[in-house]
C-alpha cells in the first residue's frame, strides 16, 4: 500500500526505505525496542545435590505410602466382623496400656496398703512390726520398750483416705480411727512416693510416730513404758503413737511419784509435741537419810569447845559473840531442843543441787564455862539449819550452808 513521504509529499512504497523523490529515510534497517520483563528468559539455576537424609525420609515416605495402599486393599477385602476385631486390637494399645498402668498402681500400690498393714499390725499386736511400718527407730519404740506401760491402740481402721490432688499427686493422708484410752480418737497418717508415670509403692511419712519430751530436770532417772532413761534439759524422743506410761525411775535415790499418762496422737493436725511434766516427791528414805546426816552435824557442832564452832572447815549455825575471859575451862555447848527441819525439792533449779534442807522450828544452843571455878550460862542462841543434798557417786550427801 502507498505512502505519503513525509518531506516532499509524493507517493512512495511502504516497503521502500528511502523516498525516491528526496532521498529521504523513511524507515531504519534496526528495529529497537526494551522487552518486557515476562518476556525475558526465565534464569534456572542448579539445584543443590540431595542429601542422605532426604533420600532416606522420601524413601520411607514411599514405604509407608505403599504400605497404607495395601492396608486399604485388605481391609477393603476384610469382612465386617474381622474389621470390629481389629479396630479392638488397636484401641486396646492405644488406650488400654494406660488404662491398666492405672489400675495396677490404684490396686496393687495403692495409698492405703502401708496403712493397712500398721492397721493390722496394731490389731495383732505385733507391736515391733508396727514400730517398723511406722518408720520408728527409737528407744522408745523398741520392743523390750513397749513390753510394759504402754498401751496401743486397738479396733483401728481406716476411716478415709485424701489424696494430694494435681498439687501433689505422690502425696496422700490417710485417716485411722482407734479406740485409746477408753475414748474413740482419729489421727491422720501421711504417706508419699517418688514421683514418676510407672506405678510406685507407698510408704509412711509421718503422722504414726509423735515425739515425747519430759519435764523432769532433778531426778536421776525416769521411767517410760518399761525403759528407764536419764531426762536431758529439753531431751526429746520420738515414740509410737499410743499412750505412754511416765514415772520416776526405780533406781531414784531421791524421789518418787504417781505414774503419768502420755498420749502420743501422731496427728498432722495438733501439736507433734506431747510434753509431761512429771510431779515428784521425795522418798522417804532419802528424808531418813539426809535428816541423820543433819542431826549427825549439829551434834559435832554441840561438842565443840569454841565460840564459833566449825565442823569440816563448815560453819555451824550457832556461836557465842559475847565476852569469853581468858583462862576459862569447862566450856560447852548445850543444844537443846534440836530446831525442826524439812527436806523439800528446789523451788529454783541449781545445778548439782537435788534437795534443800530447811528450818520450819528453829532450836536452841546455850554456851557454858567456868572462870575462877565459877559457872558461866550466856543467853541461849536460835539456831536454824539450812542446807543442799547433792548426790555423790550415788550417795546422798548433806552439805550445810
Keep these: 500500500m502507498p505512502s505519503a513521504c513525509p518531506r516532499c509529499g509524493r507517493s512512495v512504497d511502504t516497503s521502500a526505505r528511502r523516498c525516491p523523490s528526496c532521498d529521504k529515510v523513511l524507515r531504519s534497517p534496526v528495529q529497537l525496542a526494551t522487552p518486557r520483563p515476562t518476556e525475558l528468559p526465565r534464569i534456572t539455576r542448579p ?12 524413601a520411607a515416605v514411599e514405604k509407608t505410602r505403599a504400605g497404607v495402599r495395601v492396608g486399604l486393599k485388605a481391609w477393603r477385602w476384610l469382612p465386617r466382623r474381622a ?21 495396677v498402681g490404684k490396686v496393687a ?17 505385733d507391736l515391733a512390726r508396727a514400730a517398723e511400718l511406722a518408720g520408728c527407730s527409737s528407744r522408745l519404740c523398741r520392743e523390750s520398750a513397749l513390753s510394759a506401760g504402754y498401751q ?12 494430694g490432688g494435681s498439687t501433689n499427686p505422690d502425696s496422700a493422708d490417710v485417716i485411722v480411727s482407734y479406740e485409746l484410752a477408753g475414748q474413740r480418737q482419729e489421727s491422720i497418717i501421711r504417706v508419699s512416693r517418688e514421683p514418676g508415670l510407672l506405678p510406685k509403692s507407698w510408704s509412711i511419712r509421718s503422722g504414726a510416730v509423735g515425739t515425747l519430751e519430759i519435764a523432769a530436770s532433778s531426778v536421776r532417772s525416769v521411767r517410760i513404758a518399761a525403759l528407764d532413761l536419764q531426762p536431758a534439759a529439753g531431751g526429746r524422743e520420738p515414740a509410737l503413737i499410743g499412750r505412754y506410761e511416765v514415772r520416776v525411775g526405780a533406781d ?25 511434766k512429771l510431779t515428784t516427791a521425795v522418798r522417804q528414805s532419802a528424808r531418813d537419810e539426809v535428816g541423820t546426816q543433819v542431826r549427825a552435824f549439829l551434834e559435832k557442832c554441840a561438842a565443840s569447845d569454841a565460840q564459833k564452832p566449825r565442823v569440816d572447815g563448815r560453819t555451824c549455825p ?23 527441819f524439812e527436806v523439800v525439792v528446789p523451788e529454783k533449779p541449781r545445778d548439782g543441787v537435788a534437795l534443800e534442807v530447811r528450818t520450819t522450828t528453829p ?12 559457872p558461866y550460862q550466856a ?23
Excluded at 152 to 163: C, D, G, L, R, S
Design 47 to 58: 539445584q543443590p545435590p540431595r542429601s542422605t537424609a532426604e533420600v532416606r525420609t522420601e
Design 83 to 103: 474389621k470390629f476385631v481389629v479396630a479392638g486390637v488397636i484401641v486396646a494399645l492405644v488406650v488400654g496400656v494406660p488404662a491398666t498402668i492405672w489400675i
Design 109 to 125: 500400690y495403692a495409698p492405703e496398703g502401708p496403712v493397712e498393714d500398721l492397721v493390722a499390725a496394731f490389731n495383732d499386736g
Design 152 to 163: 496401743a491402740p486397738e479396733n483401728m481402721e481406716i476411716a478415709e483416705v485424701a489424696m
Design 252 to 276: 531414784d535415790p531421791l524421789y518418787e511419784g504417781e505414774p503419768v499418762p502420755a498420749t502420743i496422737q501422731g496427728d498432722l493436725r495438733t501439736r507433734p509435741v506431747t510434753s509431761v
Design 318 to 340: 550457832f556461836s557465842y559473840t559475847g565476852y569469853f575471859p581468858p583462862g576459862s575451862s569447862a566450856v560447852s555447848w548445850q543444844l537443846d531442843p534440836l530446831p525442826v
Design 363 to 374: 532450836g536452841s544452843a546455850t554456851f557454858r564455862y567456868t572462870f575462877r571455878e565459877s
Design 379 to 401: 543467853e541461849a542462841v536460835a539456831v536454824s539449819v539450812k542446807g543442799e543434798v547433792r548426790l555423790a557417786d550415788g550417795k546422798i550427801q548433806f552439805l550445810p550452808t
